[in-house]
């Protein structure tokens, strides 16, 4: 168990927080044969949702992380959790015209929120469904 020291100004005191363990993501046969699927599928998909509206990414990269389904980095770089592949299409949709919109606006401010439902109308719905879905 990893601990973090903080350091209290008002009483002066230095105190120790354990950290929450983070869950470790699984390698076994079974990721291994969704890394697969997701390799071939989503890539191709992210292309072709890119080309139709028009957003220019530089990369995208496969990722077995129980954090996010998603993620755009500064360098235009999309990430997606190869679980995607584990969702229905429209929600797998949500998510990387999700991160494609992050290309514009790297925050979820109203313009982000105003891009993504001109390119994935209902996107809320869609956002709302994806509780249903925790990544494991
Ligand atoms: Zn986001």
């Known amino acids: 168990m990893s601990r973090r020291i903080f350091f209290n100004p008002i009483t002066g005191l230095f105190f120790r ?3 929450r363990p983070k869950r470790k993501a699984p390698v076994n046969a079974e990721v291994e044969r969704l890394r697969a699927q997701a390799k071939e599928e989503l890539p191709p998909r992210l292309a072709q949702l890119a080309a139709i509206h028009g957003f220019k990414y530089n990369k995208v990269f496969i990722k077995n992380n129980l954090s996010n ?9 999309i990430n ?7 969702l229905p299409q429209e929600l797998q949709d949500y998510v ?3 991160e494609l919109c992050h290309l514009k ?9 105003a891009l993504l439902e001109s390119v994935c109308p209902g996107h809320r719905e869609l956002a709302r469904r994806m509780k249903e879905y925790r990544i494991k």
Do not use: D, E
Not at 105 to 113: A, R, T
């Open 96 to 98: 990387m015209l999700h």
């Open 69 to 77: 389904w998603g993620s755009c980095s500064s360098l235009k770089n």
């Open 17 to 19: 927080i354990k950290a």
């Open 105 to 113: 606006y790297l925050n979820h401010g109203p313009q982000f929120h």
């Open 80 to 86: 997606l959790n190869l679980r995607l592949v584990t």
